[in-house]
């Protein structure tokens, strides 16, 4: 091709048609010009594409660990309503002067107040997503705030859950150990029908018991509480990356079992 208009040119020249070689010389610019604005045209295009494939994998990154703590979270939710309730039932009985509950009755509500697991968030994939430099999400620039605000539940989520993991462990297991019979809930959780060792009513009588199970409330609340504002911003994140992002949807395969 480079030949070929070479030629064109060196005729031109050679039969002194200067006017018609500059009219050939500003068309062959002209394409050059074309030529290059194409070419960066399609890297512009190629380089657009890469970064729209890196903005789907990391929305879906996202959301794979969105769906995974809401999971966690509702199950959380579902242990710490249960254990709240428990914990007012308990309250209840302290203020109640004739108590007629068997011990294995009583000891079928303490354990639900005792029955407290581990709870972490997955933020790997978060942590890195937010610590991305010069990194943003082109087709919803306010993902990124979204993900900081929901960053903050996050830790405000987690303190609180400190704060009753630490009840709990400081104060609650150790009085429980000192003035109970921990054998009591063994039977409940294996099913065998032992008599209690330890009679309830010493418990309830107890000032310092009350003050435990009104501190185990004042922290079990508040959290619940935390546990419900996290599954909405959570879920309100993940139905904005669905609208946005909708090829990242994530399909259970169990729903679609009739």
């Not at 030529?35 to 594409?49: F, R, T």
């Not at 509702?74 to 254990?83: I, P, Y």
């Not at 509950?101 to 354990?111: G, Q």
């Amino acid at each position: 091709m480079i030949k070929f208009f070479r030629k064109i040119r060196q005729r031109l020249l050679t039969e002194n048609k200067f006017s018609k070689y500059l009219i050939y010389a500003i068309g062959e610019i002209v394409l050059v010009v074309i030529g290059i604005l194409i070419a960066l045209q399609i890297n512009n295009w190629n380089e657009l594409q890469k970064l729209n494939e890196k903005e789907i994998s990391v929305a879906k990154e996202l959301y794979i660990e969105l769906n995974e703590n809401l999971i966690s979270v509702k199950n959380q939710l579902e242990l710490w309503e249960n254990r709240d309730e428990k914990i007012l039932e308990v309250i209840s009985l302290t203020e109640s002067k004739n108590v007629t509950l068997a011990n294995r009755e009583f000891d079928s509500i303490l354990i639900y107040v005792i029955a407290f697991s581990n709870f972490k968030l997955k933020q790997s994939k978060f942590q890195r997503i937010i610590s991305l430099e010069n990194f943003e999400f082109k087709k919803s620039p306010s993902l990124i705030t979204e993900m900081l605000s929901l960053n903050d539940r996050y830790t405000t989520l987690m303190d609180y859950y400190r704060q009753n993991d630490e009840n709990y462990h400081q104060i609650l297991q150790p009085y429980l150990i000192d003035n109970y019979s921990t054998e009591n809930f063994n039977n409940i959780i294996t099913g065998k029908k032992t008599e209690s060792k330890v009679d309830y009513h010493k418990l309830l009588s107890d000032l310092k018991f009350a003050n435990i199970m009104h501190s185990a409330r004042g922290s079990s609340a508040p959290f619940v509480q935390r546990i419900k504002i996290t599954i909405n911003k959570i879920e309100a994140l993940k139905k904005q990356l669905e609208t946005i992002y909708p090829s990242i949807i994530i399909v259970d395969d169990s729903s679609l079992i009739k």
